[in-house]
């Protein structure tokens, strides 16, 4: 045969990463395919809101009392106007008010996560690595933290950091002692974690040479170590952005998280809750289903990627 049958054009990345069984896998789960999408519709929702909603809901001098109160694709008694989700007490566009309050329901979750992460793989490297009596001052820590529901711990930090800040600074440091809240109250799972996987491989060959060769515990920790526990973290941090999410809605939902002048949807479902037996419904409805959709569907792509990261719970 000609050599040129023998010698086909080398795939791109992107080709290779198609026929990879990670991609495969993913193909063939509807489930994964379906969460997926609905992630990255919210998400892209969220991002690109000032595009997408009809109406800037935290601009007051958009704002039409007279369209207070109007029921989904109903057209207002006073003004006329016809909104897709209807409006709340203040007249707001629900559907713009739930594209906002995404964007700050996100960016608390993603921040909350990517900050307990980092704590957590740093102190789990220390203690599986170095071990001694640090290991056991911060596993000693993790293990009296798990004592508490994460929401009660998180509440109690956020307190405190609220206490500590000056009043007139606190609306605007709300939504950052937030993710702080939520982050400290988060990182002892990824500090387990990674503790339990460098025990185990620090004692591999390849540590053991870098040893040999005069290499650092902090080099060897981030360059050697790292890369190989990283992938039960991504499971970790995909099912926490989940459980991220709901804990800042639940802690804007008592009041105590995302002020007024930034609501997220739990703070929107705490405004809604007001009306829900007055009859306007869908002030509450509409957020609720969002926070759903977005955390279930979290949840459900971080089942597949442990599923897939790992074939023995298969």
Known sequence: ??????????????ARAWDSDFAYNFRRTPVA???????????????????????N?????SLDLMNGFTAPMAANEFTGDVFWLGTDDQGRDVFSTILYGMRISLFVGFSAVLFAMVLGITLGLIAGYVGGWIETI???????????????????????????TPIEHQDKMAIWVLILAIGLSDWVQFARVVRGATLVEKDKEYVQAARM???????????????????????????????????????SFLGVGAPPTQPSLGTLIRIGQGFLFSGEWWIILFPSVTLLSLALSVNLLGDWLRDALNPRLQ
């Open 1 to 14: 045969m000609s050599d040129q049958t023998s010698q086909s054009a080398p795939k791109s990345m992107f």
């Open 33 to 55: 395919v379906g969460s997926a999408f609905v992630v990255a519709l919210l998400v892209l929702s969220a991002i690109f809101a000032p595009l997408i909603a009809p109406h």
């Open 57 to 61: 809901p935290f601009d007051p001098a």
């Open 138 to 164: 911060i596993m000693r820590a993790a293990d009296v933290q798990l004592t508490f529901p994460a929401i009660l711990v998180a509440m109690l930090i956020f307190g405190v950091a609220k206490g500590i």
């Open 213 to 251: 060769i005069g290499r650092g515990k902090g080099i060897i920790m981030l360059r050697h170590i790292l890369p190989n526990v990283l992938s039960p973290v991504l499971v970790i941090a995909t099912i926490s952005l989940a459980l991220a999410i709901i804990a800042e809605a639940t802690l």
